[in-house]
């Protein structure tokens, strides 16, 4: 099993800039990609990037392209979100996933970090 821990999240204005991060630990040789998921107060999880583990490619959500870059450090374990030229919509909480090798669907979840971003 993977276990996450994400943190950095935090208050910006508008046009500001945070950085997340995702840190792994346990089984992390059982992960074949990683993602970002946020969670705005009466709206369902959505989408906003993700990373394969191994060759680092990435895909991002229509409404972050341009603005956010996923990362990741494979001899850290860790994954990060650069997210520029924030918006009031992005204001969510923020969780990190991990997809295991050979699985469709992300199992391991972290326990998720606000970003508030004001106007």
């Known amino acids: 099993q993977v276990q996450l821990v994400e943190s950095g999240g935090g208050l910006v204005q508008a046009g500001g800039s945070l950085s997340l991060s995702c840190a792994a630990s346990?089984?992390?040789?059982?992960?074949?990609?990683m993602g970002w998921f946020r969670q705005a107060p009466g709206k369902e999880r959505e989408f906003v990037a993700s990373i394969s583990w191994g060759g680092g490619s990435t895909s991002y959500a229509d409404s972050v392209k341009g603005r956010f870059t996923c990362s990741r450090d494979n001899a850290n374990n860790t994954m990060y979100l650069q997210m520029n030229s924030l918006k009031p919509e992005d204001t969510a909480v923020y969780y990190c996933a991990a997809r295991p090798i050979l699985k469709s669907a992300f199992e391991s979840w972290g326990q998720g970090t606000q970003v508030t971003v004001s106007s």
């Open positions: 346990g089984l992390t040789f059982t992960i074949n990609d």
